[in-house]
C-alpha cells in the first residue's frame, strides 16, 4: 500500500517493562527511518535502515533501544526497561531514494508511567 | 548538517496566500530543499522538495532564491486545514540521508 503502518497507536508500560513497536514500510522503499518526537516540536533521528542492513544508528541510546527491519516482516523498534524520558511518539518513515521525500507513518504514542 | 531558520509562528486569513520564509545560508550545492508539515496528531507530511528551480504541485509552490541561501513555502489560498507546524529541512543528496528538522513555523489561519 501506499502508506507507512504503525502499530500500535498508543502503548503504555510500567516503568521497566519492555516496548515493541512496529513499522511496515512502503513496498519498494528501501530506507527506512525512526524517529522521536518528545516535545511538541522536537523530533530526534533514532536510526535508519537500507533494507535490513543499519544504515545510520548514530541516534540510538543503545543500552535499552534496539531496531530490526528482517525480509518479509514490519520493522521493529524495541526499548528495554523502559524509562519515564521514553515516553514520546515515535515515527517511522520510509524512502525510495535521496530524490524522492519520506512518508512517515502516525506514529505510536508510548506512555510510561 | 546544514541549518535553517524560520520564524516561530504566523499568522493568515483564511483563504489568502501564506508565505513561509525559511534562511539557510549555509546550504551546500548538492542539499535539497525539503518542506513537511504536521498537522496535529498526525506524522509529517510530504509537502514540496527542491534543488534549485522554483517548484509547483497541487499543494503549495516553492521559491527559492538564486543564492539558494533561502527559500519560501507559498500557500497560494489558506484554508483552516492548512493549520500545522511547517518544517523546512536541508537533505543531503547522499541516499538515505535523515533529516534533521528544526522547530519549524507553527502557522494558524484564521477563519
Known amino acids: 500500500g501506499e502508506e507507512v503502518a504503525q502499530t500500535p497507536k498508543h502503548l503504555v508500560r510500567g516503568e521497566g517493562q519492555k516496548a515493541k513497536l512496529y513499522c511496515a514500510p512502503i513496498k519498494g522503499h528501501s530506507y527506512v527511518f525512526w524517529y522521536q518526537q518528545v516535545l511538541k516540536n522536537e523530533f530526534k533521528f533514532l536510526i535508519s535502515?537500507?533494507?535490513?542492513?543499519?544504515?545510520?544508528e548514530t541516534g540510538m541510546p543503545k543500552e535499552r533501544f534496539s531496531a530490526k527491519c528482517l525480509p518479509n516482516s514490519p520493522c521493529s523498534l524495541e526499548i528495554q526497561a523502559t524509562k519515564l524520558e521514553d515516553s514520546a511518539v515515535y515515527f517511522c518513515?520510509?524512502?525510495?531514494?535521496?530524490?524522492?521525500?519520506?512518508?512517515f507513518g502516525s506514529g505510536t504514542r508510548l506512555t510510561v508511567v | 548538517d546544514a541549518k535553517t531558520t524560520q520564524p516561530n509562528s504566523m499568522e493568515s486569513n483564511e483563504e489568502e496566500p501564506v508565505h513561509l520564509p525559511c534562511n539557510h545560508s549555509t546550504i551546500s550545492g548538492t542539499d535539497y530543499i525539503h518542506w513537511y508539515r504536521q498537522l496535529p496528531s498526525q506524522g509529517p507530511e510530504y509537502v514540496i522538495h527542491g534543488l534549485t528551480s522554483n517548484v509547483n504541485n497541487r499543494m503549495a509552490s516553492l521559491a527559492i532564491a538564486e543564492d539558494r541561501k533561502s527559500s519560501t513555502l507559498i500557500l497560494h489560498r489558506a484554508t483552516l486545514r492548512d493549520a500545522a507546524v511547517y518544517y523546512c529541512i536541508l537533505r543531503a543528496a547522499n541516499y538515505g540521508q535523515n533529516f534533521v528538522f528544526g522547530p519549524g513555523t507553527r502557522l494558524s489561519v484564521l477563519p
Open positions: 518513515a520510509s524512502s525510495q531514494s535521496s530524490r524522492g521525500g519520506y512518508t
Open positions: 535502515f537500507q533494507n535490513e542492513n543499519v544504515f545510520d
